[in-house]
């Protein structure tokens, strides 16, 4: 269940990262469109790049949200395991012990 969890977590990870280009061609189409407004006041330019920013910075908060979720993940998908190994040993001496009384 956890390392299902963290393949779905990875993959999201991994098309988000991938789908940085778009915030990469938002930056450029911004960049060219005030290169071609030369008239702009500086408010204007500042309206214009302040979309862009927030785009940015959300795709940041996106993908330091993401690479924690993945290393949560993982480090639940470790601990499962380190449990699953305990109730292991624990059912493997129990049927010893049940057979040495027998």
Request: aromatic share 2%.
């Amino acid at each position: 269940m956890v390392e299902d969890q963290l393949n779905r977590a990875k993959a999201l990870q991994n098309e988000i990262l991938s789908n940085g280009r778009l915030i990469d061609a938002a930056r450029q189409a911004t960049n060219n469109l005030l290169n071609s407004l030369e008239d702009l006041t500086p408010a204007e330019r500042d309206s214009i790049e302040g979309a862009t920013k927030e785009l940015e910075s959300r795709y940041q908060d996106l993908i330091e949200a993401m690479g924690e979720k993945v290393k949560d993940l993982d480090s639940a998908l470790t601990q499962s395991q380190d449990v699953q190994d305990a109730v292991d040993n624990v059912t493997t001496w129990l049927t010893q012990a049940e057979n040495q009384i027998k």
